[in-house]
C-alpha cells in the first residue's frame, strides 16, 4: 500500500493550497481517508475525513469553514482544499486511510499512512 500526499507549499496567510493524496495497492473506495497534521513539537491532529464513497465530511473545529475535504474514487485520490490560511496551520500534512468512518478518528485507528507534505504559512 502507498499513500503519497504532495501539493504542499509556502503561502501567505490568507491564501490557499489544495493538497492531494494517491493511493495505490489497496481498494481505495473501501476506506475512508483522512487527512492530520502535525507541527514541531506538537502531538499529530485530526483535519478532517470521507466516507468511502465522499458526501459525509467531519473536519476539525480549528478548520471549519476553511478547510473542505474530496475524493474521486476513480483516480484513488483525496483531496484536501484550504482556504484563509493561518500562521497557525504550518504542519506537515498526512494522509490516512482507515476501513472505518469515524467522526474523531485517532492516529492509531489509522490503518495506512502517507508520508507528508510540508505546508508553511507566513504571516
Known amino acids: 500500500v502507498q499513500l503519497q500526499a504532495f501539493g504542499g507549499g509556502l503561502v501567505q496567510a490568507g491564501g490557499s493550497l489544495r493538497l492531494s493524496c494517491a493511493a495505490s495497492?489497496?481498494?481505495?473506495?473501501?476506506?475512508?481517508m483522512n487527512w492530520f497534521r502535525q507541527a514541531p513539537g506538537k502531538e499529530r491532529e485530526f483535519v478532517g475525513g470521507i466516507r468511502w464513497s465522499g458526501g459525509i465530511t467531519y473536519l476539525g473545529d480549528s478548520v471549519k469553514g476553511r478547510f473542505t475535504i474530496s475524493r474521486d474514487n476513480a483516480k484513488s485520490t483525496v483531496y484536501l482544499q484550504m482556504n484563509s490560511l493561518k500562521p497557525e496551520d504550518t504542519a506537515v500534512y498526512y494522509c490516512?486511510?482507515?476501513?472505518?468512518?469515524?467522526?474523531?478518528?485517532?492516529?492509531?485507528?489509522?490503518?495506512?499512512w502517507g508520508k507528508g507534505t510540508q505546508v508553511t504559512v507566513s504571516s
Open positions: 490516512a486511510a482507515d476501513q472505518s468512518f469515524r467522526a474523531t478518528p485517532s492516529p492509531r485507528d489509522m490503518d495506512y
Open positions: 495497492g489497496l481498494t481505495f473506495s473501501s476506506y475512508a
